[in-house]
């Protein structure tokens, strides 16, 4: 059984740091891109960053550009998302999801068949 845990979301202020983890298990991690989603309050889910499987290859959304980073640990099958300079508009639940894509990383959420429950980010201004 494939498992996705999210961790780290929290109430911070505008321009602080945050850094959000995924644990995986059930799953051959190294196999499988890693996608990070959010979901603000009556908004669709958005694509955040997403990690390829094998190179390591990033991409982001463009509010995200610049200010977060896709990082993975196949050893310890974790991926993480390291959130600087963070803004009141970064607030939503965040979401990381498992795909195994041939293409690499993707920003579509039908990509991803494996997501974890959910880690709330706060950001006051």
């Known amino acids: 059984q494939v498992q996705l845990v999210e961790s780290g979301g929290q109430l911070v202020q505008a321009g602080d740091s945050l850094r959000l983890s995924c644990a995986a298990s059930?799953?051959?991690?190294?196999?499988?891109?890693m996608g990070w989603f959010r979901q603000a309050p009556g908004k669709e889910r958005e694509f955040v960053a997403a990690?390829?499987?094998?190179?390591?290859?990033?991409g982001y959304s463009d509010s995200v550009k610049g200010r977060f980073t896709a990082t993975r640990d196949n050893g310890h099958n974790t991926a993480y998302l390291q959130m600087n300079s963070l803004k009141a508009e970064d607030t939503a639940v965040y979401y990381c999801?498992?795909?195994?894509?041939?293409?690499?990383?993707?920003?579509?959420?039908?990509?991803?068949?494996?997501w974890g429950q959910g880690t709330q980010v706060t950001v006051s201004s």
């Open positions: 059930g799953l051959t991690f190294g196999n499988y891109n």
């Open positions: 999801a498992a795909g195994n894509n041939a293409y690499g990383w993707s920003s579509i959420v039908s990509d991803y068949p494996y």
């Open positions: 990690i390829s499987r094998r190179k390591g290859l990033t």
